[in-house]
């Protein structure tokens, strides 16, 4: 049968294992102190750390060996003045694929060096005057095909226009101008992969520090330390010590990744780091405060209702499914920000944690809603805390059978 001990709200009483209370900050300061003392040098915690900084180096450098090197496309020519060569490499460029061309000696040579994966295509005569062939292992590249095509087009009708007398360069020149319906947003792909990390490091950050959060409790209630604790030390106080005790941790973990993301980016080339990452990386870390805020005061809520370990998972099941779902739809949505079923989304607490980065890193929104979206994610954290408490105040020291939800919510009231 559970057993319930009242916490008072007033000073403890002076007697056998009592003492004076500690003021607020000091003891928040002490607690938070030992709980970044205690966590941060867990062999869990400095392993995963190394290994999650090595994966994300070794990433990158993978990443920039297959993205980066030579990605010019090799033609190999048959029998084709040096015009069509060059016409080729010319047309390649001006439409932003980089072409080089080579020159072998006959057509069962340029076939031999398709199939062997040495050229991308051939370019060979046709059986008449006039006829072409463009050889591809399984297809062409269709900017490689088009570039060819043009440059064949291009030379042939130069010739023609000269055996007729006509000089090609005396022909007026023909003007095409590019008009865009939707101006550019410069370093967008950037921005928008360092909000895409944040939002998967945030969920990593809730699943582990806030389980931190919710063991820790169970850990103190399990072992009676938390009513030496309490003698001398508030219950809110205690819970918001080990909130910003561990927040400070997993907040050191994400800016440890994601300075060795940034720099291993830079180093490799795969980001140039201009001033609007580093703003959004900011914005970044300004939203996973309140969003590890908002799950870390639940999950030490769920921590408080139950008496062992082993019911952890079902009690914070929810929340689990919650924090998944958050993870689920940053990754989804980066496909498609201009939906109007993301943009709704992004203004609902605690999903705007993980849509409004990634809205301000497509340039997707304006300063009155970030900052409204602001206000209601910093409203939904205090309302979580403030449950939180209450839950944890009426509950931390009750002993013996799982807290249903029906009571749960009672206590909350």
């Not at 099941?317 to 919650?322: E, I, M, Q, V, Y």
């Not at 989804?332 to 607490?349: E, H, K």
């Not at 206000?375 to 403030?386: H, K, R």
Request: hydrophobic share 50%; glycine share 10%; with cysteine.
């Amino acid at each position: 049968m559970s057993t319930l001990r009242e916490v008072s709200p007033t000073p403890a009483a002076t007697g056998p294992g009592t003492g004076p209370r500690a003021s607020a900050a000091q003891a928040i300061r002490l607690v938070a102190g030992r709980e970044i003392a205690t966590r941060a040098k867990t062999k869990s915690f400095v392993i995963s750390t190394s290994l999650l900084m090595v994966v994300i180096v070794v990433g990158a450098i993978v990443i920039n060996l297959f993205a980066g090197g030579d990605d010019a496309e090799k033609v190999a020519v048959v029998g084709q003045p040096t015009a069509v060569t060059e016409s080729i490499v010319s047309v390649g460029e001006s439409a932003g694929t980089t072409i080089t061309t080579e020159a072998v000696d006959s057509a069962e040579e340029a076939r031999t060096r398709v199939t062997d994966g040495d050229v991308a295509a051939a370019l060979v005569p046709g059986d008449t005057p006039g006829t072409y062939v463009i050889i591809g292992k399984s297809g062409v590249d269709p900017a490689v095909e088009g570039a060819i095509r043009s440059a064949v087009a291009q030379v042939n009708l130069t010739e023609a226009l000269a055996d007729r007398g006509v000089d090609a360069a005396s022909l007026p020149a023909v003007t095409i101008a590019v008009e865009k319906t939707q101006p550019d947003k410069p370093d967008e792909g950037q921005r928008l992969v360092i909000a895409l990390v944040g939002v998967i490091l945030l969920v990593t950050a809730i699943m582990m520090g806030g389980t931190m959060v919710a063991v820790g409790v169970v850990e103190e209630k399990t072992s009676r330390v938390v009513e030496l604790l309490l003698a001398t030390i508030k219950p809110l106080h205690l819970l918001w010590g080990k909130i910003i005790g561990i927040g400070a941790v997993a907040l050191s973990q994400v800016l440890l990744l994601g300075a060795t993301a940034l720099i291993a980016g830079t180093a490799t080339g795969i980001l140039t780091l201009p001033s609007a990452a580093i703003g959004m990386f900011a914005a970044v870390i300004a939203w996973f405060l309140l969003g590890f805020l908002f799950f870390a005061s639940l999950y030490a809520a769920t921590g408080a209702i139950v008496s062992r370990q082993e019911e952890l998972n079902s009690s914070s099941a929810p929340l689990t499914f919650l924090a998944v779902a958050v993870m689920y739809s940053g990754i989804f949505g980066a496909q498609s920000m201009d939906s109007t079923f993301v943009q709704v989304l992004s203004w609902i607490p605690p999903f705007s944690a993980a849509l409004m980065p990634m809205r301000i890193a497509t340039g997707d929104t304006d300063a009155v809603q970030i900052i409204v979206t602001f206000g209601l994610m910093g409203a939904a954290c205090a309302a979580a805390t403030w449950i939180a408490a209450r839950i944890y105040q009426r509950s931390i020291l009750r002993t013996g059978s799982r807290i249903g939800w029906g009571e749960v919510l009672k206590l909350a009231r």
